[in-house]
């Protein structure tokens, strides 16, 4: 046998780490970015939240949102955190889970489009940057937020 099972289980176990690895990078920069972008645009009660693994979509949410008012904004968040793991929660069920998983895609894509507009102020940037960010695999957008984090909304 050219390759025998522990190796084999050697190489699926390393494949293993290394993907963790890089999702605990990507966790850990992602926090970051939502935790100083909230901070810096006056949504400090909620910035906090972005530590908490998975329930951080709700900062994603928050810094998307239209509302004016912090009250308005977690309302708001906390609506579209829910329907987002409802249709997580769907997307297990076969067939239907296809379109859940659309959807999933089409509102996380949509709340990035509002962060990167509220980050630039143009619409037309914005589009190309969440087409960017699904290109590179969410590359550009730790690098784009990682530069703009500290800087106030440009529009609202």
Not at 60 to 86: N, P
Not at 97 to 108: D, N, P, Q
Not at 140 to 148: C, D, E, H
Request: without cysteine; hydrophobic residues 60%; charged residues 10%.
């Amino acid at each position: 046998m050219l390759l025998d099972y522990a190796t084999i289980l050697s190489y699926i176990l390393g494949f293993i780490v290394f993907f963790l690895i890089i999702a605990l990078i990507a966790y850990i920069l992602s926090a970051i970015i939502y935790s100083n972008t909230a901070k810096t645009n006056g949504f400090q009660e909620i910035a906090v939240i972005s530590w908490i693994p998975i329930i951080n979509i709700y900062v994603l949410f928050a810094l998307g949102s239209k509302k004016t008012t912090i009250e308005e904004v977690k309302s708001d968040a906390l609506i579209y955190t829910l329907v987002y793991f409802g249709l997580g929660i769907v997307a297990i069920i076969p067939f239907i889970g296809f379109l859940a998983g659309i959807a999933m895609v089409i509102l996380s894509a949509f709340y990035f489009y509002r962060l990167y507009y509220r980050w630039t102020g143009d619409q037309a940037k914005a589009i190309l940057f969440v087409v960017l960010m699904y290109l590179t695999g969410g590359i550009f957008f730790y690098v784009y937020g990682l530069m703009k984090m500290k800087d106030r909304f440009m529009a609202w």
